[in-house]
């Protein structure tokens, strides 16, 4: 097996992406999971822990609704822009129903998200406890703990996307490129709202 199909995903996974729209609406649920998971699982003992039994229950609702409302938002404006700017992308041949085209690129942005999940735990385990601004080591440390997991995934996307995609070959090699930027760039403004909002909706 290609070691490619075992770091980036297998090209046939990609090319089995179909357009239901239930597993997708599962995968979006999950991707709010992963996106609000570590915030709840750090703020815990705050949100669940000695609270009486109608705050436990609001906070309880909010998280369930937050993760639907995070995964929704996540994955659609991710994929939506992408689609878009892809279509003008010259290929070698039509891609057919735009809208299918529409839910498997939110697949593989999805299958993504799952791929770099376990990096993200590790990476969280490992260096939760560090004040990275303490020195220039540290520092350059705390990048590499940043974009390790969005270069992984920019390169899974890419992968995927070239797959369902059937771009000119000079085309596939800027693709990674503008899916990186641009997940950098939703990922800080996720990340604001998540902690900035969302989290202090809580009780």
Same mark, same amino acid.
């Given at each position: 097996m290609d070691l490619r199909d075992i770091i980036l995903l297998p090209r046939a996974l990609y090319k089995k992406l179909t357009a239901k729209?239930?597993?997708? *609406?599962?995968?979006?649920? /999950?991707?709010? +999971?992963?996106?609000?998971? $570590?915030?709840?699982?750090?703020?815990?003992?705050s949100l669940f822990v000695?609270?009486?039994?109608?705050?436990t229950y609001f906070n309880i609702t909010l998280a369930l609704v937050l993760v639907i409302l995070m995964g929704f938002i996540d994955v659609v404006f991710f994929s939506v822009p992408m689609f878009d700017l892809f279509k003008h992308f010259k290929m070698e041949k039509g891609i057919g129903d735009y809208s299918q085209q529409l839910v498997k690129l939110m697949k593989v942005y999805i299958c993504a998200n *799952?791929?770099?999940?376990? /990096?993200n735990? +590790?990476?969280?385990?490992? $260096?939760?406890s560090y004040e990275f601004?303490?020195?220039?080591?540290?520092?350059?440390?705390?990048?590499?703990?940043?974009?390790?997991?969005?270069?992984?995934?920019?390169?899974?996307?890419?992968?995927?996307v070239n797959e369902i995609y059937s771009f000119i070959q000079p085309l596939k090699k800027v693709v990674f490129l503008i899916v990186f930027l641009w997940s950098m760039?939703?990922?800080?403004?996720?990340?604001?709202?998540?902690?900035?909002?969302?989290m202090l909706l809580f009780k």
């Open positions: 729209r239930v597993s997708l *609406f599962i995968g979006i649920i /999950l991707v709010g +999971l992963i996106d609000m998971g $570590f915030n709840i699982f750090i703020g815990y003992n000695g609270k009486s039994s109608m705050v *799952f791929l770099v999940l376990p /990096l735990i +590790l990476l969280y385990i490992t $260096f939760r601004g303490s020195s220039f080591t540290l520092a350059a440390l705390a990048y590499f703990v940043v974009f390790l997991p969005a270069i992984w995934a920019s390169a899974a996307i890419a992968r995927g760039i939703l990922g800080l403004i996720l990340n604001y709202m998540i902690e900035r909002w969302f």
